[in-house]
């Protein structure tokens, strides 16, 4: 610990080697700065290899499901048969952190409640109680610094650890897991796309929400129209095609335009919407840490298994040019849009392809053009195939 706390000193706790792509995950905030360079998914990208150290193998990249998905023993759709009150979706997430803190399998769960006086104001905290866990329920869509309280895991004496994280959050756990001294981990991850700062998060809320300061929580979801849930419990839709392309363009952090871990690879266990049907979750058992971890909560669980239908190719290759022309549809025309889409367009875990496909494209075409000097060592092979299929524009 000391040569750590020494490193610390001399870097300085607000450094970012990363700079503007830091994804402000909290490594750079404690002393395992001192790993930064070989752990930070912005510096040294290591997916497939991380893949290979943590599944037992990296993904099988002749198998459509690996590609998109990652490694993983199962997937499923699911949801809580008795859903918990308040809970962004049923609860799957904070029920697994309170049950395997309730069986003893883990003394503490590194999750993200709420800033006393900014409901979206991420703060990291080490739960040692399940209604600690519980304070943490609901998504917080702006960049937070969860490994901020790994120094805190180290002075608490903890051996056994669950830590909830997105993408870029649990690549850098991943690399310095065996620094900090537990004698197990288990990873519960969610998907994560799209992240903003705080500021970012506001511009987005203004622009798009009919009554922004009332919002509780929202979602881009599967009848691709973001959902805005209100104080009162009233839920309000906005088109994705009607969305203010122009002025949110630049609102997503620079590392969030370039991640290429949408599904969060490195997770033991990944809970999120993209690839169920509408009101389910999808979950991603990856290994047998992660089977453990479901295992749990197995009983309180409505479970059927994953599906897909439509083709996400056309509606893809259309977004590329709309997107990068900053393409705003009449209100009108966007629901009508929608509704089609709805209809006829991709579900399930096809939708989950045309989302990743989306994103993966987008990402690209950012590296390229912004970061061109690092486009070769930093998107994944993975990536650079679903990109393939796709006619990019020549600049």
């Known amino acids: 610990m000391a ?8 870097v300085g706790a607000k450094h970012r080697p990363a700079k503007a792509l830091c994804s402000e995950c909290g490594l750079c905030d404690t002393y395992y700065i001192h790993y930064v360079k070989e752990s930070c998914a912005f510096l040294t990208q290591r997916l497939e290899e991380l893949e290979e150290r943590t599944h037992g193998r990296s993904r099988d990249l002749t198998q ?12 499923m759709a699911a949801r ?25 399998l883990v003394e503490g769960v590194v999750c993200v409640q709420s800033q006393p006086d900014d409901r979206f104001g991420p703060k990291p905290v080490l739960a040692r109680t399940p209604a600690e866990i519980l304070a943490a329920k609901v998504n917080k869509p702006t960049l937070s610094p969860n490994l901020s309280v ?24 991943r690399a310095v897991q065996d620094k900090l001294g537990l004698e197990k981990l288990y990873v519960l991850g969610t998907p994560c796309v799209d992240n903003v700062t705080r500021a970012g998060l506001q511009k987005f809320l203004e622009t798009t929400s009919r009554s922004p300061d009332t919002v ?7 009848d691709f129209n973001v959902h805005f849930k209100h104080e009162d419990g009233s839920v309000e839709k906005v088109p994705f095609f009607g969305l203010n392309t122009k002025e949110l363009k630049e609102v997503f952090a620079p590392s969030c335009m370039t991640c290429f871990d949408y599904v969060n690879s490195l997770a033991d266990l990944v809970v999120g919407y993209m690839g169920a049907p509408f009101g389910w979750q999808w979950i991603a058992v990856r290994n047998e840490t992660g089977a453990e971890m479901l295992a749990t909560v197995r009983d309180q669980l409505t479970v059927q298994m994953v599906s897909a239908a439509g083709d996400r190719r056309e509606a893809v290759q259309q977004g590329i040019a709309a997107y990068d022309q900053a393409v705003t549809l009449p209100l009108w025309l966007a629901w009508l849009v929608g509704f089609v889409v709805q209809k006829f367009g991709p579900k399930g875990l096809e939708y989950a392809r045309f989302s990743i496909d989306s994103h993966f494209v ?19 092979e993975y990536a650079r195939r679903l990109v393939s299929r796709y006619r990019l524009p020549e600049k």
């Not at 750590?4 to 001399?10: F, L, S």
């Not at 590609?67 to 997937?75: D, K, N, P």
């Not at 509780?216 to 599967?222: A, K, R, T």
Request: aromatic share 8%; net charge neutral.
């Open 362 to 380: 987008r990402n690209y075409l950012y590296v390229k053009r912004h970061y061109p000097q690092k486009l070769v060592a930093h998107v994944p």
């Open 80 to 104: 809580k048969t008795e859903p918990i009150a308040g809970a962004q979706w049923t609860g799957i997430v904070s029920a697994i952190a309170m049950t395997m803190l309730e069986q003893g």
């Open 150 to 173: 790994l120094e805190e895991v180290e002075r608490s004496g903890l051996k056994r650890l669950l830590v909830i994280g997105v993408g870029c959050q649990v690549q850098a756990l």
């Open 64 to 75: 459509e499901d690996d590609l998109y998905f990652g490694v993983h023993q199962e997937m």
């Open 216 to 222: 509780v929580h929202y979602e881009f979801m599967q």
């Open 3 to 10: 040569e750590h706390r020494k490193a610390r000193g001399q």
